[in-house]
């Protein structure tokens, strides 16, 4: 048998298809996918403007320079991420730093960030921007988030790579109602995949247009804006900026397209993976995930909390005895600032307390739409061998 990994891709004939029309189209990139793909999600969520890139990260950087984000400004994000979340301010030459999370959502901690916020305006060190991000798929307060970020002053971005298709507040998460930009991810094991890809949603028309520019090479087509007529000037563009080759192909686009159409299906599948779990592992020695009423989660992951002065036995024995029944569980995640990396510049451990006492403990349960039924009992029954 093969292993049953944390997460995967579903992919199904009409998948296949609609890449394959792309292929024999006219198009493999810039031709009328990406476009179209972008209209699907930005309606969806309810944002006004949609620019797709070739990942996530690659999104992430670009909002974080349409915002303006250089040396000698902090962004601040969660240490319960992807390092991708940081990265992207590093990328602009930005210093960041960490929240903790909160003990229950394991998202960013409301009452440590204001915490931080009053002591960083002491020492003029507030952030210009924060980076949300999902955990898991449960979006964070953002309303509460948003009305520290008018009392101090600085943009939100929410990263929602894990959280496509989830609401707040009745709201699909994206519609940017409290954020400036929202960015999502279709890496294959996300909701829904184009192999690599992400996209960034906003309701600013002058953030999509710079990210549009980043997105190409900082090239601007508008013939009116940039050529001069009175020179008889034939071509239609010009760089004015410094940007990227960040383009999602058709190819991907094409397979976006085709994978939004099962979004609400695949979302209802992981729901009814996750009341499973949570029935089947209440009475273990485990926490089940936290579900805060103001959110409908995506469920990107699904994670317990090992209680392990109970089980009494290590999180590695834990880990590996599943990986020896077949079952590729996962950790998300080491919290950023313990990489060697970020060791290299400087960060401590005992940063955030809450986020380095959570990962010792936390551990990924196989999530994804496709996991059947005998594959999840076997999951659970194994659990329930190795932790009682
Ligand atoms: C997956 C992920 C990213 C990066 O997405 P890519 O599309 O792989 O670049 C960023 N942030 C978080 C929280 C993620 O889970």
């Known amino acids: ?22 292929l024999k189209s006219d198009f493999l990139t810039q031709g009328p996918q990406p476009v179209l793909f972008e209209k699907n999600i930005s309606e969806y969520c309810g944002a006004n403007f949609g620019v797709s890139f070739n990942s996530a990260t690659s999104a992430l950087h670009a909002a974080c320079l349409a915002l303006s984000i250089g040396e000698n400004d902090y ?14 301010a590093l990328y602009c030459g930005a210093k960041v730093d960490f929240v903790d999370i909160d003990q229950a959502t394991y998202n960013i901690s409301i009452e440590k960030l204001e915490e931080k916020l009053s002591s960083a305006k002491k020492e003029n060190k507030l952030p210009k921007v924060v980076i949300a991000v999902h955990f898991a798929g449960q979006s964070c307060d953002m ?25 707040y507040k009745e709201k699909r998460i994206g519609n940017c109602s409290f954020s400036d930009i929202t960015i999502f991810s279709f890496h294959p094991v996300k909701i829904i995949t184009t192999g690599e890809g992400g996209m960034a949603v906003t309701n600013q028309k002058f953030l999509a247009d710079h990210m549009i520019k980043i997105r190409s090479h900082g090239i601007a087509y508008e013939i009116n804006n940039n050529v001069d007529q009175s020179k008889d000037e034939i071509w239609n563009y010009h760089q004015i900026s410094l940007g990227f080759n960040y383009r999602m192909t058709d190819i991907q686009a094409a397979l976006g397209v085709s994978q939004f159409r099962k979004i609400d299906e695949f979302l209802l599948k992981r729901h009814s993976i996750a009341k499973k779990y949570d029935n089947e592992l209440k009475g273990l020695p485990v926490t089940i995930p936290f579900q805060d009423l103001d959110c409908y989660s995506s469920f990107h992951l699904y994670v317990v909390r090992l209680k392990l002065n109970e089980i009494k036995k290590s999180q590695k024995e834990i880990y590996n005895s599943l990986k020896h029944m077949g079952i590729n569980v996962n950790l998300h995640y080491i919290p950023v600032y313990l990489h060697p990396y970020y060791q290299s510049l400087g960060f401590k451990r005992g940063l955030c307390p809450e986020s380095e006492l959570y990962f010792k403990e936390a551990i990924s349960l196989p999530m994804f739409s496709g996991l059947s039924t005998k594959k999840q009992d076997y999951v659970i029954e194994s659990i329930k061998s190795i932790i009682t």
């Open 1 to 22: 048998m093969k292993p049953i990994p944390y997460a995967r891709q579903e992919i199904d004939d009409y998948d296949i298809a609609s890449v394959i029309e792309t």
């Open 75 to 88: 962004v601040w994000t969660s240490p319960n991420t992807f390092v991708a979340s940081s990265n992207c």
């Open 143 to 167: 309303e509460a988030i948003f009305l520290l970020s008018q009392k101090y002053g600085f943009k939100l971005i929410e990263d929602a790579s894990h959280a496509i298709g989830g609401k």
